[in-house]
Nanobody, 125 residues
Framework: VQLQASGGGLVQAGGSLRLSCAASTRTISHYLMGWFRQAPGKEREFVAVISWAGTSTSYADSVKGRFTISRDNAKNMVYLQLNTLKPEDTAVYYC???????????????????WGQGTLVTVSS
């Protein structure tokens, strides 16, 4: 599976962005899909995960209520809507896919098998 993230950019605090992740595989419906981010000088951290059919989602506390993850299995696409952005949201955002069958709430990056190249989000104050 190859993942291509896009949609990052420079935005003012309070603004919005929509990140997209395109997957080159027959179908992403067998994969859990997640978003992670890595700020300068910090470790990669979990942002959001969505279950195989998109019926369940989970978010890091720091983004809950502001970010929304969604997926379109027919298009092999995953999205992350970022609203009410803050300077501390500045990071490279990565989409990832996990081949996990038993549970959907996978938040550890170690359990994700495929990663996109990342897209930079910069939020100015």
């Amino acid at each position: 599976v190859q993942l291509q993230a896009s949609g990052g950019g420079l935005v003012q605090a309070g603004g919005s962005l929509r990140l997209s992740c395109a997957a080159s595989t027959r179908t992403i419906s067998h994969y859990l899909m997640g978003w992670f981010r890595q700020a300068p000088g910090k470790e990669r951290e979990f942002v959001a995960v969505i279950s195989w059919a998109g019926t369940s989602t989970s978010y890091a506390d720091s983004v809950k209520g502001r970010f929304t993850i969604s997926r379109d299995n027919a298009k092999n696409m995953v999205y992350l809507q970022l609203n009410t952005l803050k300077p501390e949201d500045t990071a490279v955002y990565y989409c990832a896919a996990a081949r996990v069958a038993a549970r959907w709430r996978v938040v550890s990056s170690d359990e994700y098998h495929y990663w996109g190249q990342g897209t930079l989000v910069t939020v100015s104050s």
